[in-house]
């Protein structure tokens, strides 16, 4: 490394240099580890922001929701105008209380909702165009997928692959039938590999996800130069947050489980770093559906992800609500270390997906979880599963609306409580530590998708209902209907949240456990002004609480944020309704 150092000018970043040479040190020479560093110095240079900006780990705050949604998720039916589409919608309805808008991809694909990507490099014409892309990100902040893992085999880089051009030339994970993928960790349940004729001779392609998702090779850096590329040109039309899409899959290693290896971990920091010289107060984002120790391996030493998904939410209240019983949901809580300054926790329920099972192993026994799933079916849900080394299959995910997921529970077998459950539901990711993210059907309570499903039989789509622009504003401006509740119950939640400095996704939090029915967090500002005592009544009884559990401080006035005219004092008895949710606060904002 010496000698390599002796021939390093001072435009080579050394801490890129470093990364470099741990990902690819028994792959590449040094010599040509010096020829990626210097490459990637020369694309920094040029997208880097010239201006000087005073930088912070304040990128996120009180105000920061996001909203997942898909580039068609709401249309009025011409081509290529879904992006101006949702911007209409969202300058009259959403803009007062969303400043954070995750895309999912918009590129050309051939599956997956988007995530067989046949070119990163393009909008897919049915959205509309990357200036579309750029007057959104005028309006809010915009998160777009780097779907890492793989690409699609109807792309424009596997077809330059199967063509030995560039780019494309050995961009695929191709082994052949020696490869030791005995304790290789699935998502999925089809075959693993699929066969294929390079140069007269049979190989096999790694296809983590499907046939059509072939993996690509990260022991190839020009497979990781493409993604800095890419993430430099997409940071230019505006975009501000990055999510690396099954990034713990990039990275394998024959006679490894070929997840969460050391080379990944280096490669986000590789990522993490070049964000951070381009001072565009940039975000990245790690999508890990694991277990809860593994996920929480992503924000390494504050020097990988700036934020990772709390995928063990879903399941968790989601089991919570259905069973009126907060005791694995709080003693969770309580375990959960809080992110340091420059991290934070995206807090979700509901996404494009459907409901992880792998992060609720560990935390909710087998019992409770075969509980669980048994209810979902009842509720409407089918299954994605996963295989093990044995190959036996196990759940991978509930397919399902979140809205039909919580519609019916066997102490409410007709749905009385729907929409009161599925609120308190978000009441809660409101409240916790983190950035609350909140899926665009959410808003509305919308149902299963079974017509889709029935006519494309891809169980996700259950989930991926896309509105019509006219139907859903109708919807929504008359009285009376579920999606105009919803909507105005969202409007106003999230309206009061966003203004308190206690709700900072980096305030203070203590969870309290005060009764099964009953899921409370204290929160304090970073200022230690305001404290809001957030509680929410996880069942269908009413239940009564003496204050004093909960230690309101005697000489300041405290009420509900949610109820304002509401004062609350000390030792005095509360009664929560059926799945009410109660924000005490001392202070007004």
């Known amino acids: 490394m010496q000698k390599l150092k002796n021939k390093i000018n001072q435009n080579i970043n050394l801490d890129i240099l470093k990364r470099l040479n741990f990902i690819y040190r028994s792959i590449i020479s040094e010599d040509k580890t010096l020829e990626y560093s210097k490459k990637i110095n020369k694309l920094i240079n040029i997208y880097k922001d010239t201006e000087p900006k005073i930088l912070t780990n304040d990128y996120w705050s009180e105000n920061t929701i996001l909203l997942i949604i898909y580039a ?3 249309s009025r039916g011409l081509s290529g105008k879904t992006l101006k589409d949702f911007g209409k919608f969202y300058e009259q309805y959403l803009k007062k209380f969303i400043n954070s808008i995750h895309f999912l991809p918009f590129f050309p694909s051939s599956g997956d909702g988007g995530f067989s990507v ?8 049915a959205y509309g165009t990357w200036k579309d892309i750029q007057s959104l990100s005028k309006k809010a902040n915009i998160m777009t997928d780097l ?12 077809k330059n692959f199967l063509e ?7 961009y695929f ?5 020696n490869y030791d993928c005995s304790k290789v960790v699935r998502p999925r349940d089809h075959d693993l590999l699929t066969e294929i004729e390079l140069q007269n001779k049979k190989n096999f392609l790694w296809c983590t996800f499907s046939h059509d998702q072939i993996d690509l090779n990260f022991k190839n850096p020009d497979v990781l130069l493409e993604f800095i590329n890419l993430i430099l040109k997409l940071s230019s039309y505006g975009i501000k947050i990055f999510r690396l899409d099954a990034v713990a899959f990039i990275w394998k290693q024959p006679g490894t489980t070929c997840l969460n290896l050391s080379q990944t971990h280096e490669i986000i920091k590789l990522l993490r770093d070049i964000v951070d010289q381009l001072n565009k107060n940039l975000i990245i984002v790690t999508e890990t559906n694991l277990p809860k120790q593994e996920n929480l391996s992503y924000f390494g030493k504050n020097d990988e992800a700036h934020w990772i998904y709390n995928f063990s939410l879903p399941p968790l209240i989601v089991n919570t609500f259905l069973f009126e019983d907060s005791g694995a949901l709080t003693k969770w809580s309580m375990k959960m270390p809080p992110a340091q300054l420059g991290n934070a926790y995206l807090n979700f329920i509901a996404s494009h997906d459907g409901i992880g099972m792998r992060p609720a192993e560990g935390v909710l026994s087998d019992k409770e979880i075969k509980k669980m799933l048994e209810r979902l079916k009842k509720n409407g849900s089918k ?8 190959n036996e299959e196990k759940v991978y995910e509930a397919n399902i609306s979140l809205f039909n997921a919580l519609q019916f529970t066997d102490s409410d077998l007709k749905g009385k409580f729907a929409l009161k459950r599925f609120i308190a539901a978000h009441c809660i990711i409101l409240a916790i530590e983190g950035v609350p993210a909140i899926y665009f059907n959410s808003l509305f309570a919308t149902k299963n998708d079974e017509e889709t499903f029935a006519s494309t039989g891809v169980k996700r789509n259950l989930n991926r209902y896309k509105w019509d622009y006219s139907t859903l504003v109708n919807l929504i401006k008359t009285n009376n209907t579920i999606e105009r509740n919803c909507y105005e119950i969202f409007k106003k939640l999230i309206s009061i949240r966003k203004i308190q400095p206690a709700f900072h996704p980096n305030a203070t939090q203590f969870t309290l ?6 899921f409370a967090v204290w929160r304090q500002s970073r200022d230690r002004k305001q404290s809001i005592f957030a509680l929410t009544n996880v069942s269908s009884k009413t239940i009564e609480l ?3 559990k909960i230690n309101l401080i005697d000489d300041e006035k405290w009420f509900d944020l949610l109820c304002q005219e509401t004062k609350i004092t000390d030792d005095q008895y509360i009664k929560l309704m059926p799945f009410q949710s109660l924000w005490i606060t001392n202070l007004k904002v």
């Open 72 to 74: 068609d998720s709401i």
């Open 118 to 125: 046949k070119n990163h490099h393009d909008v897919d014409k």
């Open 147 to 158: 779907v890492l893992n793989h690409s699609s085999s109807k792309g424009y880089w596997y």
């Open 164 to 170: 030995d051009k560039d780019p494309g030339k050995n």
């Open 173 to 177: 994970y191709v082994v052949d039938k």
């Open 383 to 390: 299954f994605s599963m996963r295989k093990l080394s044995n």
């Open 513 to 518: 456990n005060l009764d099964k029915n009953i």
């Open 546 to 548: 003496n204050t004093n």
